[in-house]
């Protein structure tokens, strides 16, 4: 499986907090950035780190950096947006490139309304955001864009994943690797994520 799931006590129990419907909208935001941050290490895992010479307050010692300048975050409109903090947090100077797609509400789709990427995103290694791979058809479509423009290295973040939006996902971009914090049971009639959490942008940004 080219997935990896977090398997930590503190990420079970901020997820029952966000899955609880009584959870409002500025408790389920920062548990959405915190989880991402935690989701950003996880994927950080296989960086190449360069070898600097820094002086600590008590001798010269040999330290390991991160070229911050390799890599770029592109949310997907809306609820990706949710997640970007919690990346930026990690790595403060990486680029940000936008991808604004909806699912349409009969045929549960991904509708493209917006594209704009780091002029050198070709360049860069692209870590795509998403707390929910459902179907998949969002994320297959944002990979998918994102290969078009040249980029080599993706990697795909969600907080709640489904079965067949993973299946998706390794089926037809098998170099792309998910991390997620949970993957769920099922998808329901409306190809929403059972138990999941609702509707992932509306209990962000209060529109509902
Ligand atoms: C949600 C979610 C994903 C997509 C997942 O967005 O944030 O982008 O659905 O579903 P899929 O895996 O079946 O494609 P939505 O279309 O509701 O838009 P929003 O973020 O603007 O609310
Ligand atoms: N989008 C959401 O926000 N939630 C789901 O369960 C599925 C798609």
Redo the contacts with the bound molecule.
């Keep these: 499986m080219n997935t990896v799931v977090l398997n930590n006590p503190l990420i079970k129990h901020k997820l029952a907090i966000i899955r609880d419907k009584r959870t409002g909208t500025k408790e389920f935001r920062e548990i959405i950035g915190e989880i991402a941050t935690f989701l950003c290490y996880e994927a950080m895992s296989d960086a190449v780190l360069e070898e600097v010479e820094i002086e600590t307050p008590i001798c010269k010692t040999k330290a390991q950096k991160l070229d911050e300048n390799k890599y770029a975050f592109v949310p997907?409109?809306?609820?990706?947006t949710g997640m970007l903090d919690g990346l930026i947090n990690a790595i403060p100077n990486a680029k940000i490139g936008h991808v604004g797609?909806?699912?349409d509400e009969t045929t549960?789709k991904?509708v493209k309304y917006y594209y704009k990427m780091p002029q050198d995103i070709a360049n860069r290694e692209v870590i795509v955001l998403?707390?929910?791979?459902?179907?998949?058809?969002?994320?297959y479509d944002t990979i998918s864009m994102l290969k078009e423009d040249g980029v080599k290295k993706i990697k795909f973040l969600s907080i709640i994943s489904?079965p067949e939006?993973i299946k998706k996902i390794e089926e037809l971009h098998p170099d792309v690797k998910v991390y997620t914090a949970c993957i769920d049971e099922k998808l329901n009639e409306n190809?929403y994520i059972v138990p999941g959490l609702g509707?992932?942008?509306?209990r962000i940004f209060g529109t509902k």
Excluded: E, F, Q
């Excluded at 997907?76 to 990706?80: C, F, K, N, Q, S």
């Excluded at 998403?130 to 994320?139: E, F, H, Q, V």
């Excluded at 509707?199 to 509306?202: E, L, R």
């Design positions: 997907i409109l809306r609820a990706g797609l909806y699912r549960h991904p998403d707390p929910m791979l459902a179907t998949g058809g969002s994320a489904a939006g190809a509707d992932a942008g509306d």
